[in-house]
């Protein structure tokens, strides 16, 4: 954001309200350096807001808003932006001017948060993959968690220009790797360097983008013109190939249809395309495009189909939320009451804190006050802001299915519902994973001490998977993220956006502790120092829990043996114990807590007194119980030529890896393992030294498993020292 220099300018735009049907609130998924970044600025090109093309490689793209990600050539934060398309004639839907709002997703593994925070408010996406590479590991992570979210997706298959590109393979390895039915409607005329257009097998035609119109940074583009044309005789029986595969698929998933085709009758084009864009809402069907965002080939049909066959608010089933105990259903609608889900908090220079809004339902207005049913605290947005490419946009009001940023909202973080206080429904969260690594860090000056704890706060609010403890025997702040990556960019930031010098210690695997069975333990807490003594007492019960099942609480205190007021306190007690840990310092995690039962004394009882109870009777109990570490486990995929496949098992296996198997693809080998995090620090440079430099390395947190018991006493005795 450092490097925006749009200022806020207000817009008084009359009747800005656009039909819910005509709006698209979208996300481009894709495996890093697919071409999402590209593809993104093309979009913006095409629909008019940018007026120079960005390029990735001197880093000028505007969703880029980073300093570092400029200079890293990632995007790291997704920012939304609206855009206007106009499709000019009526298809699966009608003719008229569109609203994509495109809501920015990372491509990198280690902001998996974003990517689940984005998934959870778009209501379709675009898939975009590399012809060559084909179906890359983080592809099939992300479509995984789109399938999650029931995420309608079309797909872009990028980079036919490229040299090894292959639509035909691509398709396959959608079928093979993604387990989904790709659709083809348009396919590439011509590969590598003789690819200049595609042809549409629903509408018989082609389409043709003269000379080589790649994208020069600040320059105009020519490309944006494309002609079309008859589709070319060579090309006719291919068509007709793709074409009938096309309708088959359709007809699968369509009654009417299915009874046209099967009686010798083809459907017109209309149908098919309604019956289609039917199938992709139900993410029965996937359409499949081609080009090459580069070259400026194939986006304009894109967006096209963006408009055709991804859904609108209201082609979705309303939002469910609980109030009272109820599940409600919001239909999208500006009379319906308001409910928005705020998917994300950004520090803004100019204009301070923004959180951005999905609105599933009803108005925001600038200035009004509303309810945050999460926290359960009154809240005022005091403005409104639209995020174009290149322009901020101050608005009035804020539509149900728009995606807008708010300021003013003082509480409202990642995860929490906005509503009308009249009718406070609770929409249902956002789930992170956890971190999987941490590392202490610490500032360099008294002067840094103060700005850091204020950074902190800052960018862990805006990041769920960024969490912020101190080690309770050293003082130290101890930071832990998602990867070694994450945390760089994090500690970054705070220098450049906060001015924090800081020092940091080497990273260090977040271990956690459970217990292994079911104990009883009990907390005593009893002073008796002249007069007001201390007295807390309790009994209660510990009991395992499934991985990631996390942390529960239960009050079974009969008869009033201790008063309630003392139970708050207990639990107090037990989670301060718990977060810090009890074999060697690591939280303890997937347990529950029951208490149920102690005693207390009318004068000496306290609230303290009853949380130190807490405390030692949890740790007695956990102890009793048995207590294990935990590790997290790395999902590892290793691309290799054949040829060293041996030895890259051989490596995998000395660090305690388990070898799932290995597949080809392509001229490549892919090795599949779970190796523990611990293991594979410096992996990349072992492995490139072992095979030349020839293999790469996907590497993305999996789950948290038991480390073996000589592993375990050594990091025990090695924290105890
Ligand atoms: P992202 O990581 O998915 O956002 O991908 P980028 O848009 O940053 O692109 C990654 C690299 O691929 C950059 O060097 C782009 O110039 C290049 N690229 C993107 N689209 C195309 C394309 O259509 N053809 C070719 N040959 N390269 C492309």
């Known amino acids: 954001m450092a490097g925006q220099k749009a200022s806020l300018s207000q817009v008084v735009t009359k009747n800005r309200e656009v039909a819910l049907d005509k709006i698209r609130n979208i996300g481009i998924i894709a495996h890093i350096d697919a071409g999402k970044t590209t593809t993104t600025e093309r979009i913006l090109f095409y629909t008019g807001r940018t007026y120079k093309l960005g390029s990735v490689d001197e880093g000028t793209t505007v969703t880029d808003w980073m300093a570092q990600e400029r200079e890293r050539g990632i995007t790291i934060v997704s920012a939304a932006i609206t855009a206007f398309w106009e499709l000019k004639q009526d298809s699966s839907v009608e003719h008229g001017n569109y609203r994509i709002n495109i809501i920015d997703t990372p491509g990198h593994v280690d902001f998996t948060a974003e990517v689940e925070r984005s998934l959870r408010v778009l209501d379709g996406g675009i898939t975009v993959l590399d012809a060559e590479e084909m179906v890359q590991s983080q592809t099939e992570t992300v479509w995984r968690q789109a399938d999650k979210y029931h995420v309608p997706r079309i797909i872009f298959v990028n980079k036919m220009d490229k040299l090894g590109a292959n639509f035909d393979g691509t398709l396959a390895a959608v079928r093979e790797r993604l387990g989904a039915k790709p659709v083809v409607l348009t396919f590439p005329i011509g590969s590598e360097q003789s690819f200049r257009g595609i042809v549409s097998v629903l509408d018989r035609k082609a389409y043709i983008w003269e000379g080589d119109p790649s994208a020069v940074s600040g320059q105009v583009d020519t490309g944006a013109v494309y002609t079309e044309t008859e589709v070319p005789e060579e090309l006719v029986a291919q068509m007709e190939k793709y074409r009938a595969q096309t309708i088959e698929a359709i007809a699968e998933t369509d009654q009417g249809i299915l009874e046209k085709y099967v009686g010798g009758v083809e459907p017109d084009t209309h149908e098919l395309k309604s019956a289609l864009r039917r199938a992709t809402i139900k993410s029965e069907l996937f359409p499949t495009f081609c080009g090459s965002s580069l070259r400026n080939k194939g986006v304009q049909p894109l967006l096209d189909a963006v408009v055709e066959y991804l859904p609108s608010p209201i082609d979705l089933p309303p939002v469910t939320g609980q109030w009272n105990g109820n599940t409600e259903e919001r239909k999208p609608g500006n009379d319906e009451p308001l409910s928005a889900l705020a998917f994300k908090v950004q520090t803004d220079p100019h204009v301070g804190r923004l959180v951005w809004l999905r609105i599933y339902s009803g108005v925001l207005k600038a200035g009004q006050e509303t309810y945050n049913t999460t926290k359960n605290r009154r809240e005022r947005t005091s403005r409104l802001v639209l995020m174009h490419a290149d322009q901020r946009e101050l608005v009035s009001e804020a539509y149900s299915g728009e995606i807008v940023a708010a300021v003013g909202l003082r509480e409202t973080v990642t995860g929490d519902t906005v509503a009308d206080s009249s009718y406070p429904l609770v929409l249902e969260s956002i789930a992170f994973p956890d971190p ?3 590392l202490a860090i610490e500032p360099k000056t008294r002067s840094d001490q103060e700005k850091l704890g204020e950074a902190l706060g800052k960018l862990s609010e805006e990041d769920p998977t960024f969490r912020i403890r ?39 695997v977040a271990y956690k502790e459970t217990i292994k069975g079911l104990a009883e333990g009990e907390g005593k807490y009893i002073r008796q120092t002249g007069g007001h003594g201390q ?95 935990l590790e997290p486990i790395m999902k590892v995929e290793v691309t290799t030529p054949e040829e060293f496949m041996g030895d890259v098992i051989g490596d995998l296996s000395s660090r305690r890896a388990q070898i799932l198997g290995t597949e080809k693809r392509g001229n490549s080998t892919i090795v599949l393992a779970r190796v523990p995090l611990a293991e594979i620090s410096g992996y990349t440079t072992t492995l490139r030294s072992l095979t030349q430099g020839r293999a790469n390395p996907y590497v993305e947190p999996s789950h948290y498993e038991e480390v073996p018991n000589n592993i375990a006493e050594k990091i025990i005795s090695a924290k105890k020292s």
């Open 436 to 438: 999987v690594i941490s």
């Open 470 to 508: 101190s080690n309770p025997e050293t003082g130290q702040t101890i930071i832990s993220g998602m990867g070694e990556l994450h945390l760089e960019i994090l500690v970054d930031r705070m220098r450049r956006e906060f001015g924090v010098e800081a020092t940091t210690g080497s990273p260090e």
């Open 535 to 629: 007295y807390g007492h309790c009994f209660l019960k510990v009991e395992p829990k499934g991985r990631g099942e996390g942390f529960e609480f239960i009050n079974k205190i009969k008869g009033g043996a201790i008063p309630n007021e003392f139970i708050p306190p207990i639990e107090k007690g037990v989670v301060e114990a718990l977060s810090n840990g009890i074999l060697a310092g690591y939280p303890v995690v997937d347990l529950s807590v029951t208490v149920f039962d102690g005693t207390y004394h009318d004068v000496d009882s306290s609230e303290i007194a009853f949380k130190i109870a807490g405390s030692m009777a949890v740790q007695d109990a956990a102890r009793k119980a048995g207590l294990v570490l």
